[in-house]
């Protein structure tokens, strides 16, 4: 038996009832009993066999697989210890960066120093949240150029699109290529400033939009417009 | 202290029935800088509420390996009370923290983020009783504000007894010159009372009774908690259809 | 240290829930029976109101000292009450030195509002000059042994210290000076849906809350105080209050 309370996409806060029986508790809700109730504010996602809630706010949860952007605040005898804007840190080992590498040989600051920007993936995740980072292969490693722009980390799936639509977009309306990193963190690959004002502005635009329908193609409407004109006129929002 | 007349026929000298709040006011998303954030204003109360985490908690040597810990700091502004209250917390504002704290712990899921902390601090820019309570109500708006996973929201008011009376959501003055002050916090969803504090002369059956109307000016509170929730969201262009 | 003690009590909890659910405490005792209590009194010749408690094998020791001051602005024919109470590092190894912390604070301003909410003492009794000087009474809680429930030894030694008062050698001390009731604390834990009172050093880690109910002689409620990090259901807080109004009884005669 399964009832569930609310529609797809509903818009749900905290203590929700959202469905009862047999279903799981996706993320951004938990299970009492045979009820499952939302643990966020957020839309809600129907699935086969669980109900979600797809946070509209919160702090970036590392998890394995997801790529994301990194800043290099220290270094150490093995390796650097990267902020991922999550309560915790990212641990990068040179052997995770550097092929063929011999720590007690190697100046690892000529390599990535403090203050540098990193494209990573999670390895692995801990129970106590040790995060493990891996920057082998193209297009991981240190960044070189480019904008940094920070967004609420719950709403980079919503840059990124159903099958990649919205990204895509931006990338070929601009002539641009974006860095999308799951921690909310977005390197804009550009020198041109008015590209990368327009882009910023879009990207702003979808965080505060992230919970509407029809919004790719409103972005998409946003930056051929901007890119039209000379000289920043502000988003209308 | 002089005897004064807190009910007229009925009425309390501001007006209400005697189970009637105040006017509230309740916003979610106020500050920029914090994670999440809230303000409320009960009666002449204007109290701001502000959460950051959860974030890696430092010194190390404070942090849980199987959870978060949760901070709370309750602070009165020099400036919010009549006679200018020094700054700094002084005993009262360490025992309502902790209590403020005790309340919303029980809805927190701290399992999910080992080694961190979540701060939460109640700022009462301006008071007028029940700013403890008033606090717990903004607050949990504020946890939710931020992202942070809550089982439900707590919502708070105090109780108190004047001229014989039980009367909700006291103010100032019915709580210097009335018979009993009661705060209580409670679950919206399943009714769970996380704080209970009285001080004050009230007999069983008055404070049986009490508890129930505290109760129901929680359930009152709760609605408006929802609603300061889904109105960050709601003027935005495009609501989402099914 | 404190992470220590943290992980041994919740090594302790199971046990102690699969006994409750049998409907015995691990010490033997009812749900509303409290451990065994001695109350001394008249043990510091320093003060001129003294009186130490033994709950099981927690120790408090209460000192009352009046001392003359000018009133406050706002109650010029009034003395005063100061309670304080101190967790001292000798008493538990999760106590550490330094100010009170929050834990002392919340004991002491729930001892003060059973006190001073029940009436049992007439601040103008303790005026000895109107708008110049008065009596002002300091009640330090001092506690020397922590074995669970503070709360309720802290408040039997404080009236205790209170009740036996022997005035200083001063003319201005009032020789009647007494008390108008007999406040005493009750504090009741939850541990699942089982409510104890007096509750043990082991139950007090295990448990989810705790309510502490301050209640005079002719039933009325001075003071509710509930603690701890989980919560209660309102038909749990009712219960409660029945069960404190039975203990209390008992406790008040050891006051004599």
């Keep these: ?237 | 202290m002089e005897e004064k007349k807190l009910l007229i026929e009925g009425r309390r000298l501001d007006g209400r029935s005697p189970d009637q709040l105040r006017p509230v006011k309740l916003k979610a998303g106020v500050l920029k800088r914090a994670d999440g954030s809230a303000y409320i204003e009960q009666g002449n109360n204007k109290i701001l509420v502000a959460v950051y985490g959860p974030q890696e908690l430092h010194p190390r040597h404070l942090q849980q390996p199987d959870m978060a810990v949760l901070r709370c700091m309750y602070n009165m502004a020099p400036f919010s009370v009549e006679e200018r209250k020094k700054p700094g917390p002084d005993r009262r504002s360490v025992e309502i923290s902790k209590v403020v704290r005790e309340a919303l712990e029980s809805v927190l899921f701290l399992n999910l983020y080992p080694r961190s902390v979540i701060d939460i601090y109640i700022e009462v820019l301006q008071a007028d009783a029940g700013t403890r309570v008033a606090g717990i109500t903004a607050a949990s708006v504020a946890l939710a504000d931020a992202g942070i996973p809550i089982r439900d929201l707590v919502a708070g008011v105090s109780v108190g007894k004047v001229d014989g009376i039980l009367v909700l959501d006291l103010n100032a003055e019915e709580d210097q010159y009335g018979e009993a002050d009661m705060p209580v916090a409670m679950t919206g969803r399943d009714k769970r009372i996380t704080l209970l504090q009285m001080d004050g002369h009230m007999t069983r059956e008055e404070f049986r009774q009490a508890l129930q109307l505290a109760m129901k000016g929680c359930q009152q509170l709760y609605e408006l908690q929802k609603e300061a929730l889904r109105e960050k969201y709601s003027s935005t262009p495009k609501e989402v259809t099914g | 240290m404190i992470e220590k003690h943290r992980v041994l009590s919740l090594l302790k909890k199971e046990p102690l829930l699969r006994s409750l659910q049998q409907g015995k405490r691990i010490d033997g005792r009812t749900f509303d029976q409290y451990r065994p209590i001695s109350l001394e009194r008249h043990v510091i010749k320093s003060a001129e109101g003294s009186a130490q408690v033994r709950l099981g094998d927690t120790t408090v020791l209460v000192g009352a000292k009046p001392k003359k001051m000018p009133p406050f602005p706002d109650a010029p024919d009034e003395g005063g009450l100061i309670v304080g109470a101190e967790l001292r590092p000798l008493a538990s190894p999760t106590f550490e030195p330094g100010p009170p912390d929050e834990n002392a604070i919340e004991l002491a301003r729930i001892v003060d509002r059973g006190l001073r909410e029940s009436k049992c003492l007439d601040f103008r009794e303790l005026c000895i000059e109107a708008g110049k000087e008065v009596w002002v009474i300091y009640v330090d809680i001092h506690v020397l042994d922590h074995s669970g429930n503070l709360v309720d030894a802290a408040m039997l030694a404080s009236v205790a210290a209170l009740l036996d008062i022997k005035g200083p050698e001063d003319p201005a001390w009032k020789k009647d000076f007494s008390l108008k009731y007999k406040p005493v604390s009750v504090t009741i834990a939850k541990l699942g849906n089982c409510l104890l009172a007096d509750p043990s050093l082991e139950e007090e880690e295990a448990m989810d809350s705790r309510i502490t109910f301050c209640v005079r002689e002719d039933g009325v409620i001075s003071a509710v105080q509930k603690g701890g990090s989980g919560y209660f259901e309102s038909e749990e807080i009712l219960r409660a209050e029945e069960m404190a109004f039975t203990c209390a009884e008992k406790l008040r005669r050891l006051l004599g």
Aim: net charge positive; aromatic share 6%.
């Design chain 1, 1 to 237: 038996m399964r009832i569930v309370h609310v529609p797809n996409r509903a818009l749900v806060v905290p203590g929700e009832l959202l469905a009862e029986g047999d279903l799981r508790a996706g993320r951004g809700a938990y299970k009492e009993g045979q009820k499952i109730f939302s643990s966020v504010v957020g839309l809600v996602e129907r699935g086969e066999k669980e109900v979600s809630v797809i946070a509209l706010e919160g702090c970036y949860e590392p998890r394995v697989g997801d790529d994301v952007v990194g800043v290099i605040v220290d270094s150490h005898m093995y390796g650097w210890i990267v902020d991922i804007n999550s309560p915790y840190m990212g641990d990068l080992y040179a052997q995770d960066l550097l092929s063929k590498v011999d720590v007690t040989r190697v100046e690892l600051s000529s390599y990535l120093k403090r203050g540098d920007l990193i494209f990573a993936k999670i390895g692995e995740v801990t129970s106590l949240r040790k995060v493990k980072l891996q920057a082998r292969g193209a297009g991981y490693g240190k960044l070189k150029g480019g904008r940094l722009v920070e967004i609420t980390p719950v709403k980079t799936p919503r840059v990124i699109g159903k099958r990649q639509s919205m990204l895509s977009m931006i990338q070929s309306v601009t002539g641009c290529i974006l860095k999308v990193g799951q921690n909310g963190r977005i390197i804009i690959m550009s020198e041109d400033e008015k590209k990368i004002s327009a882009i910023t502005e879009a990207l702003y635009m979808i965080e505060r939009e992230a919970h509407t329908s029809g919004l790719t193609d409103r972005v998409k409407v946003f930056l051929e417009k901007r890119l039209k004109e000379d000289g920043g006129e502000k988003a209308s929002d």
